[in-house]
């Protein structure tokens, strides 16, 4: 079975900024698509950033163009999000997610019924 587990997340000020790191086991990254999703108390889950461990393509949410950086070391099979220049509205629970490579990675963001892996979440939250 696929194992996620994801660490960095920590409460942080407005304009700061935070990396997570989502470990993979028992799998390798070839063929996935590695996805960091949030959930905020009362909201749908979304899809912020996602990587093709194959082809390196992305995609990022509208919210977080130009503040968060998907990135992979597939040496360490590991995936990671830079989230920089941080507001109150990121404050949520991120997860990461792996799921096989079948769609375009822009397409498979937007749907997280698409991932059937899924690390424990990792609280995230923007506060002075």
């Known amino acids: 079975q696929l194992q996620l587990v994801e660490s960095g997340g920590g409460l942080v000020q407005p304009g700061g900024s935070l990396r997570l790191s989502c470990a993979a086991s028992?799998?390798?990254?070839?063929?996935?698509?590695i996805g960091w999703f949030r959930q905020a108390p009362g909201k749908e889950r979304e899809g912020v950033s996602c990587i093709s461990s194959s082809d390196g393509s992305t995609y990022y949410a509208d919210s977080v163009k130009g503040r968060f950086t998907i990135s992979r070391d597939n040496a360490k099979n590991t995936v990671y999000l830079q989230m920089n220049s941080l507001k109150p509205e990121d404050t949520a629970v991120y997860y990461c997610?792996?799921?096989?490579?079948?769609?375009?990675?822009?397409?498979?963001?937007?749907?997280?019924?698409?991932?059937?892996?899924w690390g424990q979440g990792t609280q995230v939250t923007v506060s002075s």
């Open positions: 997610a792996a799921g096989p490579a079948l769609t375009p990675v822009q397409a498979m963001c937007v749907n997280w019924h698409d991932f059937g892996s």
């Open positions: 028992r799998f390798t990254l070839d063929y996935y698509v």
